[in-house]
């Protein structure tokens, strides 16, 4: 799944509902598609007008990564879809400042279908229910017009050392992914490798390729067998709690609830993994409603 829209420090708080008031209106799924065919495409955020209301109307898809015993259930995906039509409404209407907040009430899923591994879900949204906020400011850490000289010259040494330190250890992690990359292009399936790699894009704010390295290993591993059980469970672990750490919590729960549903887990003796992802689930499925 693509995760550059993932946001940190941000909320949008939304009630989903069940069939809108609205789909009326809209017609049957097939009719929907020829006369409104903008609405189904994927990441497009429009205005529409309805018995004389405008609606935003904002869609998100899901992706079936796995197949057989361990593939996603329709409800699932249905829950990552409405979540990833919520970050998209969300970036639609704050273009991606993560100092807003975005309040809205109301919102309804018009028209949920699946094609081939995808899962699609298409919301709207009174357009007068919806509300953008800017969120105050937080007092700076060091603020130099209220200490004295010496803190404030204090603060501002703090401030430049570490800026030099970040530059050297940036420098370090750039030689360690590119030696990574070289071991992988000898032996691409290496999940530690793989893994140690997704560890150092995590340090430099690139969740593109971390993630891009988290679905190799996750797939690697499903569909391994004879994959190492003890690493096997970290890794999906890891993975699940770096996302919902970063607030993609649809992507989390994913991979919390594939934790549960590799039912070895138990036979290979790692129940504390089964339990943390039982309250990992608990917990992250209340972030995506």
Request: glycine fraction near 4%.
């Amino acid at each position: 799944m693509n995760s550059a829209n993932r946001f940190i420090a941000c909320a949008i708080i939304v009630m989903i509902a069940g069939a809108g008031f609205c789909v009326d209106n809209f017609g049957p799924l097939e009719k929907a598609k020829k006369a409104l065919p903008a609405i189904f495409i994927p990441g497009n955020v429009l205005v529409e007008s309805c018995k004389g209301t405008e609606y935003y109307v904002y869609n998100g898809v899901a992706e079936r990564c796995f197949s057989g015993a361990m593939a996603e259930s329709d409800g699932e995906l249905y829950r990552e879809a409405v979540a990833d039509a919520k970050r998209n409404l969300f970036e639609y209407l704050t273009k991606g400042d993560k100092k807003k907040t975005v309040e809205l009430s109301g919102a309804t899923v018009a028209y949920q279908y699946s094609e081939d591994k995808l899962f699609y879900a298409i919301c709207l949204v009174p357009k007068a229910k919806v509300a953008v906020r800017l969120e105050q400011a937080q007092k700076p850490s060091c603020d130099v017009s209220t200490c004295t000289n010496s803190t404030a010259a204090s603060c501002i040494q703090k401030d430049a050392m570490g800026g030099k330190k970040e530059t050297v250890a940036q420098q370090s992690v750039e030689d360690k992914i590119s030696a990574y990359k070289e071991k992988l292009a000898a032996s691409p399936d290496d999940c530690v490798t793989v893994m140690r790699l997704a560890r150092l894009y995590e340090r430099k704010v690139d969740f593109v390729n971390a993630d891009t390295c988290y679905r190799k290993i996750v797939s690697t591993i499903v569909a391994n067998e004879k994959f190492d059980k003890e690493l096997a469970a970290d890794f999906l672990l890891e993975i699940a709690e770096k996302e919902e750490s970063r607030g993609d919590f649809a992507t989390a729960l994913k991979h919390y609830r594939l934790i549960l549903r590799c039912d070895s887990l138990r036979r290979w003796g790692m129940e504390d993994i089964v339990q943390k992802a039982n309250a990992a689930v608990s917990r992250v499925a209340l972030k995506v409603r």
